[in-house]
């Protein structure tokens, strides 16, 4: 088992920033990639961003590319997020998931990973 704790949401005006930090524990070499979703009221959970344990390659949806930026701490298993030029369209629950490596094309389907944080959640006002 691998266990996931979320912390540092909040609500910040648009164009502010936050950080965003998941501490994985547990079985974690059973995981090669963390990841971060998003889910607003009424829609899907969505991909935000990625990262390979191993490689440290990095992937991000369009709509935070640029200004969204993920990064990991092998040695403390966390991993951050890094919001800047936050939008209202930002709003939403954020969640960190752990999971196996299968393709770059796969890494965005939520379905491939197998733990879950409680979610933090995250408010942009206009």
């Known amino acids: 088992q691998v266990q996931l704790v979320e912390s540092g949401g909040g609500l910040v005006q648009a164009g502010g920033s936050l950080r965003l930090s998941c501490a994985a524990s547990g079985r974690t070499l059973t995981t090669n990639v963390m990841g971060w979703f998003r889910q607003a009221p009424g829609k899907e959970r969505d991909f935000v961003a990625a990262?390979?344990?191993?490689?440290?390659?990095?992937y991000y949806a369009d709509s935070v590319k640029g200004r969204f930026t993920i990064s990991r701490d092998n040695a403390k298993n966390t991993v951050s997020l890094q919001m800047n030029s936050l939008k209202p369209e930002d709003t939403a629950v954020y969640y960190c998931?752990?999971?196996?490596?299968?393709?770059?094309?796969?890494?965005?389907?939520?379905?491939?990973?197998?733990?879950w944080g409680q979610g933090t959640q995250v408010t942009v006002s206009s």
């Open positions: 990262i390979r344990w191993s490689a440290s390659t990095t």
């Open positions: 998931a752990a999971g196996p490596y299968y393709s770059d094309y796969d890494i965005r389907t939520k379905s491939l990973y197998g733990y």
